[in-house]
């Protein structure tokens, strides 16, 4: 069943994406649900993406498998049971539900959540929890990690997040999620259990680390941010935006305020090494058949399917 959308004419078609992806699909209603925000839903390798971004309308995603959110411009109801999120920057559009999120899961009785924002926003943000709370006359319970660029976030044994300094505005975080894995040093591949267990108990370190990226999420961003974070370029999924399609809108204004531009993805194509590029962030002055229309024609065949138009 799809989602309802009263928002948007775009969202309300059954058509999504049909050129690219049969595997993008409006998020199935779970049992208890309220459709409070839209989301768009898209299945690769054991990881589920979903979340929608509009600019200047509301940004959120969600990796469900990782428990893992980016940004809060809204909270869709489902999304309640995330014990985590990562702020790119405060504009409104990326955290005007942060108050929402946090109330909503004391009400539920849910643990307090973790919110990692970047740090020149993270005292004004807890001011505005405590306005809030004066106003709602309710309890804002919530953990506040301020962050900046080239930190590493562990999460788990396998899982860390690392965070990097994108081009916007004004000053935003991008991340990373990587999987570590612990995998046998290549001169001990021919031992036996044995000899690798007496080696460990002799002291020795019989793994080396290896690091897979698996998701990458740029937030609002000109192309200079993917271009000085070349990792992102290499993760299984890459989310970012593409603000502004049209031929006619000039690439320095744009690259000004800190945004990409369909061309800018153009100029790029080969140096994505992603198995998922999801764009979304568009303006508002365009409308979904422009979208479309527009991306087939700069990237026929979408970087072989792998670019996800997300409208
Ligand atoms: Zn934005
Ligand atoms: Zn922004």
Redesign the pocket.
Known sequence: MMKPNPSTESNSSKNLDSASSSDLHHAVDSIGSVDNAPTLELHHQGLTIDGYSRAAVQSYWRVAELKIGFDLGAQPWDFMSLPRYFIS?P?L??IAAIPSYVARRRMMKMDPPILYVPDYAAATIDQMLKVVSRLDRGRMPCKLISIRENQEIELSRELVVSTHAMK??IP?LGFIVWERRKKLKTEYLQLTGEQIRDLKLAGEEVTTETRIPLVAYTG?TAPEGLDRNPEMYQAKILITEMTFLAPDHRKDRIHKD?HMHLDDFVDRKNDFKNEVIICGHFSVRYNRQQIHRLVDRALPGRLDGRLKVWI
Request: charged content about 20%.
């Open positions: 920057h504009h559009d990326h916007h505005s935003a609002d800190g």
